[in-house]
């Protein structure tokens, strides 16, 4: 069969092998049966030889809130940020159009709920993240998985980890096939929504004296707001 020609009994008989597909993953036996690998808790490089654990920014972040309420309740009770208050209260003497459009603020809601399936989808399978294209081992600034060993035979399916299900699409190791499906089927919608929100809206001048100043627009909406 060098000469690429298949007979038909041979077409036959390969259609007679060929199975339909679950519509289930069995991760007993997805990817040929390839071992569960957990990621682990982010770290991001400092330097050339240290990473840092994201996870005590936790502790971090909690101890610079309660200091920040605490700087921020003594700055509010002294003379120079009540006479600051009195002075600039926020009001608005001129009138200005309050919220936005029924459709156009279900068009940003949707925006960010297709957004969250493509950053999902984007960072599943992908243990470590890389400035340049060269993927040189050692030289990630961002990994959920163990540094790479010395094995020259470290291959891409063996660094692959799974994620939970709540930040992974769908976070099962060694998935990239599906989740690029999922990213590029939800980025499609998410165009849309672009296009869409960009196709009801054009900019205009206010008219009158105000449309000959620069930097003054507004925009008009299909809705009629």
């Known amino acids: 069969m060098c000469n690429g020609k298949h007979s038909a009994d041979d077409i036959e008989s390969f259609h007679d092998r060929l199975e339909s597909g679950e519509d289930a993953i069995d991760r007993s036996t997805w990817a040929g049966?390839?071992?569960?690998?957990?990621?682990?808790?982010?770290?991001?490089r400092i330097g050339r030889e240290k990473c840092f654990n994201l996870l005590w920014l936790l502790p971090i972040g909690f101890v610079l809130f309660i200091v920040s309420v605490t700087v921020a309740k003594g700055l509010n009770n002294s003379p120079f940020a009540k006479e600051f208050m009195q002075r600039h209260t926020?009001?608005?003497?001129?009138?200005?159009?309050?919220?936005?459009?029924a459709w156009l603020a279900w068009q940003h809601f949707f925006n960010l709920f297709l957004m969250m399936f493509m950053i999902r989808a984007?960072?599943?399978?992908?243990?470590?993240?890389?400035?340049?294209?060269?993927?040189?081992?050692?030289?990630?600034?961002?990994?959920?998985?163990?540094?790479?060993?010395?094995?020259?035979?470290?291959?891409?399916?063996?660094?692959?980890?799974?994620?939970?299900?709540?930040?992974?699409?769908?976070?099962?190791?060694?998935?990239?096939?599906?989740?690029?499906w999922w990213h590029l089927g939800v980025d499609t919608l998410w165009l849309l929504t672009g296009v869409i929100s960009t196709s009801c809206c054009s900019p205009r001048g206010n008219g009158g004296e105000s449309s000959r100043r620069p930097g003054r627009c507004t925009f008009r909406c299909c809705s009629g707001s």
């Open 33 to 44: 049966g390839i071992s569960e690998s957990r990621a682990h808790a982010p770290h991001v």
């Open 90 to 101: 926020g009001d608005v003497d001129t009138p200005a159009p309050v919220g936005l459009p």
């Open 122 to 180: 984007g960072i599943a399978d992908n243990p470590r993240l890389y400035w340049t294209r060269n993927s040189t081992p050692g030289r990630e600034w961002f990994r959920v998985s163990n540094p790479v060993p010395e094995d020259p035979m470290w291959t891409a399916k063996e660094d692959s980890v799974g994620l939970p299900r709540q930040l992974g699409l769908p976070g099962i190791r060694h998935s990239i096939g599906l989740a690029r």
